[in-house]
């Protein structure tokens, strides 16, 4: 009875007061991968804690030490008397851990199952509603060079910028009609052919004004998804920002970090930390697809792309990872020539910026937060504070993912340990 107790009280720790506390917490925006580890193993350490709260107090009659008692009940089963030296309370306990199994389990089979079935689906309709890029070399119809983003301050004739003559956002000739004088640009220098050419990454252009990009995850077939409005607004180096940010998503298998969460939330909706453990675990998501496209591009190049998106209000399908959520949060009207600069000023003045609905697919709420080293703003809403982490990346001690990876190890060996020592 004892070692019910204790495991039914360290799962209800692991359900309340740690999650809220992460959640709030802000040293793990400086080492996400270690946050995210340790955010797992407190969810997986809180499922396997109820249940095995729920067998020992069913098997408690049978011996005072629970992995007796558990191996008396196993061979009580294989001899066909499962009841045996069980009261009728204890059956309640057997009952109890059966809906909660069967509810855990269901309800992630479910989610996942439809979240699979959306994707399928969406995958096909990006399909049929959007153009591939075909590269340079392919002639496709002149209503479709207006794809292609504005010219940097480089100059029409960069070769890096996507916008220039090449035209990659259609795929155009380049020695057609549409742009005439503009052949002998090689498709290499065009961040849109690089993406469409990794492994097992397909790129599909909507043609949308809203400024737009989500990737469409999948074991063999996943989608990079833009729109023609993002193309018209991001410069070549913002929108190689996006494009990485997107890539990195798939290459991490970022949907399968967030499903298990989801299910969380969904199986018990009425508990507000598996709503914020979602949501947190969401937006460090989106900080370790911002540090990989980082290091591939530039942390000012991501940041300015996320500013100018942050003023769409775009939603995401279900089941997509974009970089800017289900409902990107809304910035202030931009009206400066540099969106980052103008964005970044407005951050103090601005309390209560966006609606907080977050990023990819789904970020924690609008908070409020003391001033710290890397997060000088007073109220900051989760894009913005991508943005800032961006440009002023938080110093890390050594200490920090260590000392995360440990408590991940400490949180998941804890059940197992009350169980044999009890």
């Known amino acids: 009875m004892t070692t019910a107790a204790l495991l039914a009280l360290f799962a209800g720790v692991l359900a309340w007061p740690v999650p809220r506390l992460l959640a709030a917490a802000r040293w793990p925006h400086g080492c996400p991968r270690a946050a995210i580890v340790l955010w797992q193993a407190i969810g997986l350490a809180g499922g396997v804690s109820a249940l095995l709260a729920a067998i020992a107090f069913t098997v408690s009659p049978l011996s005072a030490h629970t992995p007796t008692a558990i ?26 851990a059966t809906v909660l199994a069967c509810r855990l389990f269901g309800v992630l089979c479910a989610s996942t199952a439809a979240t699979l079935r959306e994707r399928h689906r969406h995958r096909h309709l990006v399909d049929l509603a959007g153009r ?8 496709e119809s002149t ?8 010219a940097t301050a480089d100059g029409p004739g960069d070769g890096a910028n ?14 057609s ?12 220098t065009c961040c849109l052919c690089e993406h469409r050419d990794r492994a097992g990454i397909l790129l599909r252009i909507l043609d949308h004004p809203i400024a737009v990009a989500y990737c469409v995850p999948g074991v063999r077939h996943a989608r990079v998804v833009v729109s023609r409005g993002l193309l018209n607004t991001l410069d070549a180096a913002e929108l ?8 990195a998503h798939i290459a991490g298998r970022h949907d399968l970090v967030i499903q298990p969460f989801v299910a969380w939330e969904r199986t018990f909706p009425f508990l507000r930390p598996a709503r914020e453990a979602t949501a947190a675990v969401s937006l460090l998501v989106e900080m370790l697809a911002d540090d990989a496209a980082a290091r591939e591009t530039s942390h000012r190049s991501l940041a300015r792309a996320l500013a ?18 289900h409902q990107a949060a809304v910035l202030p009207a931009l009206g400066a020539e540099d969106p980052l600069t103008a964005t970044a000023g407005r951050f103090a003045a601005a309390p209560g910026i966006g609606s907080g609905a977050g990023s990819g697919v789904g970020a924690a709420a609008t908070t409020t937060v003391p001033e710290a080293p890397g997060h000088r703003l007073g109220t900051i809403n989760p894009v913005i504070s991508r943005i800032a982490r961006l440009l002023d990346p938080p110093g890390v001690r050594w200490w920090l ?22």
């Open 71 to 96: 191996t008396d009940h196993l061979g009580n089963i294989a001899a066909g008397s499962p009841l045996t030296g069980l009261r009728w309370v204890n059956l309640v306990g057997l009952a109890a």
């Open 132 to 139: 591939r890029h075909r590269g340079h070399g392919a002639r």
């Open 308 to 325: 100018r998106l942050g003023v769409a209000r775009a939603p995401v399908p279900a089941g997509a990872l974009s970089i800017h959520g």
């Open 162 to 175: 996507p916008g220039d003559g090449a035209n990659p956002g259609d795929g155009a000739n380049p020695g």
């Open 240 to 247: 190689d920002a996006v494009l990485a940010h997107e890539a």
């Open 177 to 188: 009609d549409a742009n005439p004088g503009s052949g002998g640009n090689d498709a290499t």
């Open 143 to 150: 209503d479709h060079t207006h794809l292609h983003p504005p």
């Open 401 to 422: 993912p260590a000392g995360a990876y440990l408590a991940a190890a400490a949180v998941l060996a804890a059940p197992p340990m009350i169980v044999l020592i009890g």
